[in-house]
């Protein structure tokens, strides 16, 4: 391992060894002791983010890295974006995928909740590890999905979670929201839409 490593990867590396040692151990004793290292990992990040307090979630079962899916809708050139609610900034429609569905159902849904427009989910135009793709740092590793998908109805509609509906033209695109994409993200599902043999991009 790189001696580089900053504490926040530590943290992470430690809950993920204590769940899965939680999920598989059988002996009373190791479930302690791994019940002991996700609090230490906890620790180590109220060091890193300087938040007191915090604590890795009690989940079951094996660590994996957690998915956000995020689709991309062209109206000529002109791409189709929703504004956050909570960051006042832009963003295709997406979030984290929902148990009992695909991908695609996944990503189907969140445009047609956030944008009120029904999509069909065609083709996967990038796969990222959104930490090597230089997005802010979050708490959990996350892998994000951007699908390439085909408007079939519907009309601008708002929602808790978005605050605007609008198409942009793709040289001049709205302040996006980091969190959730980049500019790179929507010009490779723009280079999609422009040659469907493009292949799909991943880290």
Not at 27 to 49: C, H, Q, S, W
Not at 51 to 61: C, D, I, L, T, Y
Not at 63 to 81: E, H, I, M, Y
Request: charged share 25%; proline share 6%.
């Amino acid at each position: 391992m790189p001696s580089s490593r900053s504490l926040l990867e530590i943290s992470r590396e430690l809950a993920a060894i204590s769940q899965a040692g939680l999920a598989f151990s059988k002996d009373p004793f190791d479930r302690e002791r791994f019940a002991r290292l996700r609090e230490v990992a906890g620790e180590i990040m109220t060091v890193e983010i300087g938040r007191s307090g915090f604590r890795w979630p009690a989940e079951s079962g094996y660590p994996t890295p957690k998915v956000d899916v995020r689709g991309v809708a062209f109206r000529g050139d002109s791409v189709l974006l929703v504004k956050e609610s909570s960051s006042g900034l832009w963003t295709p429609p997406g979030g984290w995928a929902d148990v009992n569905l695909s991908a695609a159902q996944n990503v189907e849904k969140e445009f047609l909740e956030e944008s009120g427009f029904q999509v069909k989910a065609v083709a996967i135009t990038s796969v990222i590890d959104r930490e090597l793709a230089g997005f802010p740092v979050h708490t959990h590793t996350i892998y994000k999905i951007f699908f390439f998908c085909q408007i079939l109805g519907g009309e601008a509609r708002t929602s808790i979670e978005s605050s605007e509906v609008e198409f942009f033209p793709m040289n001049c695109l709205p302040p996006l929201d980091r969190d959730r994409v980049s500019a790179e993200e929507i010009h490779r599902a723009h280079a999609f839409h422009k040659n469907a043999a493009r292949p799909c991009y991943f880290n």
